[in-house]
């Protein structure tokens, strides 16, 4: 079983940034798909972003394109993901998860709002 952390979510106002952080307890995690998930209320959970094994580029939803950068510190058994220019849609509860093991962490809550 794989137990994933998430840190740094918040309340912030619109336009600013947050770093959201996954550490993973995984001995595989180096070859572990990882992703970033979001869940507003009311709304089905979404795939925000992927941060893939190999040099492949991520992948990223279309609505954070450009605002958002999904990297991996495997060193560190880490993702994180890197929210820019947040707008009050982007209020939701982030979860990481593994796409090799199927866990999914506890998630951590993001409101955008002035």
């Known amino acids: 079983q794989v137990h994933l952390v998430e840190s740094g979510g918040g309340l912030v106002q619109p336009g600013a940034s947050l770093r959201l952080s996954c550490a993973s307890s995984?001995?595989?995690?180096?070859?572990?798909?990882m992703s970033w998930y979001r869940q507003a209320r009311g709304k089905e959970r979404e795939l925000v972003a992927t941060a893939y094994t190999t040099s492949s580029n991520p992948y990223y939803t279309d609505s954070v394109k450009g605002r958002f950068a999904v990297s991996r510190v495997n060193v560190n058994n880490t993702v994180y993901l890197q929210m820019d220019s947040l707008k009050p849609d982007d209020t939701a509860v982030y979860y990481c998860?593994?796409?090799?093991?199927?866990?999914w962490g506890q998630g951590t809550q993001v409101t955008v709002s002035s």
């Open positions: 998860y593994d796409r090799r093991s199927g866990s």
């Open positions: 995984g001995d595989k995690f180096s070859v572990s798909p």
